[in-house]
């Protein structure tokens, strides 16, 4: 398959939800030698942006939703090791990242720590459900230069305005 084959096959993947032809396109993007950022940022990502699209205009539900981030996640899990890290030599930034208490989504927060990494960044991924007091103990302790939260549900959206205030009033 050519690379634009390939992006156009990563983005139906994702569309669909299909996590084995997800996994193949991955697959197939590491047999070939190609650069995974090419196919992540041209073809997965593209493909999550079109489901985000649907699911804005009710085309899509939640189950959904989360049927293609699965499948783009299972895809990114085996093209990650193969992404090159030469620009990661160079640290950029500290970067503390978590999604917020009472939310348990991270898809969208795993591929930013997957790119923060590539690009330079130390990151430090807090995982899910997290308290604003251990995004501010992290950044603290690890002299962050960003924290940077996550939350897909809107009761929990408003967290991420009390996270933002209480670091910065804990770094000068």
């Given at each position: 398959?050519?690379?634009?084959?390939?992006?156009?096959?990563?983005?139906q993947?994702?569309?669909?939800?299909?996590?084995?032809?997800?996994?193949?396109?991955?697959?197939?993007?590491?047999?070939?030698?190609?650069?995974?950022?090419?196919?992540?940022?041209?073809?997965f990502?593209?493909?999550?942006?079109?489901?985000?699209?649907l699911?804005?205009?009710?085309?899509?539900?939640?189950?959904?939703?989360l049927?293609?981030?699965?499948?783009?996640?299972?895809?990114?899990?085996?093209?990650?090791?193969?992404?090159p890290?030469?620009?990661?030599?160079?640290k950029?930034?500290?970067?503390?990242?978590?999604?917020?208490?009472?939310?348990?989504?991270?898809?969208?927060?795993?591929?930013?720590v997957?790119?923060?990494?590539?690009y330079?960044?130390?990151?430090?991924?807090?995982?899910?459900d997290?308290?604003?007091?251990k995004?501010?103990?992290?950044?603290?302790?690890?002299?962050?230069?960003?924290?940077?939260?996550?939350?897909l549900?809107?009761?929990?959206?408003?967290?991420?305005?009390?996270?933002?205030?209480?670091?910065?009033?804990?770094?000068?």
């Amino acid at each position: 398959m050519s690379k634009d084959e390939l992006i156009k096959a990563a983005i139906q993947a994702v569309v669909k939800g299909d996590d084995e032809a997800a996994v193949e396109v991955a697959n197939k993007v590491i047999a070939e030698g190609l650069n995974p950022m090419d196919i992540i940022g041209e073809g997965f990502a593209k493909g999550m942006i079109k489901v985000g699209d649907l699911f804005a205009k009710e085309d899509y539900a939640l189950p959904e939703v989360l049927l293609s981030a699965d499948a783009m996640q299972q895809a990114m899990d085996l093209l990650d090791p193969h992404i090159p890290r030469e620009d990661a030599k160079k640290k950029r930034g500290v970067v503390v990242i978590g999604t917020v208490q009472g939310d348990i989504h991270e898809i969208g927060k795993r591929i930013v720590v997957t790119m923060l990494e590539v690009y330079g960044f130390e990151v430090h991924d807090l995982g899910c459900d997290v308290p604003i007091e251990k995004f501010i103990e992290k950044a603290k302790e690890v002299k962050a230069d960003i924290v940077a939260t996550s939350a897909l549900m809107t009761t929990t959206m408003m967290r991420q305005k009390k996270t933002g205030g209480g670091a910065q009033r804990g770094r000068h």
